[in-house]
């Protein structure tokens, strides 16, 4: 693949977002060099910052940016100081807004056990040892955005109502995303639902077992959710991709985050349809929040965000090689010790910035290693 010209909008938002933004947009940098990408990047408020801007959690020029991007890279939305306001103008609605508006309708969240860090989960490691899977979680329907939701009537007659809604377009589309990866995979998809219980998660069966047949070389098991919250801790390593609803997915994939040993280290993209340039669109962002108890320290573990910025060439850009060598980097990175407090163990924790400088020198190095011996070019 020829060198490109990429625009890319940097939402740094709250706590810890702005903390490990920068990190993420140093290592795009140094990879723009490395492979002689031109990569232009713009800044915009979300979230928090963003009130206290403008008022709105999703300024009108966030949306205009966003827009206009090939990709978004986010760190992340929510303060503690929004807490008490109501749910249209707290910091995680301009994320909410800005999903719908981008049309991503596929959230990805690989998960993958780093050898050098089984120790730093709470299963054990002969457990977590060889997992590598993907969650494939629908993003843009279901209970987050069906209509009615509200909290209607008063005193005893007070109700809440939240309703989950799927049409058949919806399912199909997430799926065919599932099932595309799956083919570049272990060509295995595993769909979770409720269909013993829920009228959607019947629709949801009966769907992704049509799409099914569109790839013959792709086995499909169906798993209900309680079953997979329970899989996903006995056996994680059964698990290739992983194609949950809304809810559900939001719920597994932080359950799954465990077997990577922080909740820092796990990167997340957010895909709609490939538009006419062959680029998809996408929204990139690890899958922790703002964290409000550790912002400010610069003790934050950016490798969740470093790794988004992997998942952007990987699947937005459709340039491998850039993902891979960002990959190899973090993964030297761990193997050296080099960690921040959430999976230091024992050792000396390394600040944010260590960390970050640490990727950034390491794929300084590599390419250094492949400028001097062409032939190495394959296993960087
Ligand atoms: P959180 O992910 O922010 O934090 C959970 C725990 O993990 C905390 O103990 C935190 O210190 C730790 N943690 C998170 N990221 C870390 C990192 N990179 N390095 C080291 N430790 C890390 O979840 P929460 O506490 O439930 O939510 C805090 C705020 O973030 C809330 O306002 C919430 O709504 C928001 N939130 C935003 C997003 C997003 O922007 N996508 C996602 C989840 C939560």
């Known amino acids: 693949m020829s060198a490109m010209?990429?625009?890319?909008?940097?939402?740094?938002?709250?706590?810890?977002?702005?903390?490990?933004?920068?990190?993420?947009?140093?290592?795009?940098r140094v990879i723009g060099r490395r492979f002689g990408h031109v990569i232009d990047c713009a800044e915009a408020p979300i979230g928090g910052a963003?009130?206290?801007?403008?008022?709105?959690?999703?300024?009108?020029?966030?949306?205009?940016?966003?827009?206009?991007?090939?990709?978004?890279?986010?760190?992340?939305?929510?303060?503690?100081?929004?807490?008490?306001?109501?749910?249209?103008?707290?910091?995680?609605?301009?994320?909410?807004?800005?999903?719908?508006?981008?049309?991503?309708?596929?959230?990805?969240?690989?998960?993958?056990?780093?050898?050098?860090?089984?120790?730093?989960?709470?299963?054990?490691?002969?457990?977590v040892s060889g997992t590598d899977l993907i969650v494939?979680?629908?993003?843009?329907?279901?209970?987050?955005?069906?209509?009615?939701?509200?909290?209607?009537?008063?005193?005893?007659?007070?109700?809440?109502?939240?309703?989950?809604?799927?049409?058949?377009?919806?399912?199909?589309?997430?799926?065919?995303?599932?099932?595309?990866l799956a083919l570049a995979r272990r060509q295995h998809v595993t769909s979770v639902d409720k269909a013993n219980v829920l009228e959607n998660s019947q629709l949801w069966r009966h769907v992704v077992t049509e799409v099914a047949r569109e790839y013959p070389a792709v086995t499909l098991t169906h798993l209900y959710v309680d079953n997979c919250a329970m899989q996903l801790i006995i056996r994680p390593t059964q698990f290739d991709v992983l194609l949950t609803e809304n809810l559900f997915g939001d719920i597994l994939s932080d359950e799954a985050a465990v077997l990577a040993g922080s909740i820092g280290m796990l990167p997340s993209a957010s895909l709609g349809d490939v538009r006419p340039s062959g680029v998809r669109t996408g929204l990139y962002e690890p899958v922790h929040g703002s964290a409000p108890d550790i912002a400010g320290r610069n003790v934050a573990n950016p490798l969740g965000a470093i790794g988004s910025v992997a998942a952007m060439f990987d699947f937005g850009f459709g340039l491998k090689d850039e993902a891979i060598a960002i990959e190899q980097a973090v993964e030297g990175v761990i193997a050296r010790g080099i960690a921040t407090a959430d999976i230091a163990g024992d050792s000396r924790p390394a600040t944010t910035t260590e960390v970050g400088d640490a990727v950034c020198a390491a794929l300084e190095a590599s390419h250094a290693r492949v400028v001097d011996r062409p032939a190495a070019r394959a296993v960087v």
């Not at 979680?137 to 279901?142: N, P």
């Not at 909290?151 to 809604?165: L, S």
């Open 136 to 180: 494939v979680r629908e993003l843009t329907a279901g209970l987050y955005y069906g209509k009615p939701h509200g909290i209607f009537g008063r005193g005893a007659e007070t109700r809440a109502v939240d309703t989950m809604t799927y049409t058949r377009g919806e399912i199909e589309r997430v799926a065919r995303v599932a099932f595309d």
């Open 50 to 127: 963003a009130i206290r801007l403008t008022g709105s959690p999703l300024p009108e020029g966030t949306k205009r940016l966003a827009q206009d991007a090939d990709a978004t890279l986010l760190g992340a939305v929510g303060c503690p100081e929004f807490d008490a306001y109501p749910p249209a103008r707290r910091p995680e609605r301009g994320l909410l807004e800005l999903r719908s508006l981008m049309g991503v309708y596929a959230n990805l969240r690989p998960v993958r056990a780093v050898p050098s860090l089984l120790n730093a989960s709470p299963l054990k490691p002969d457990i």
């Open 5 to 28: 010209r990429m625009k890319i909008l940097v939402l740094p938002g709250d706590g810890i977002g702005p903390e490990v933004a920068a990190q993420a947009v140093r290592v795009l």
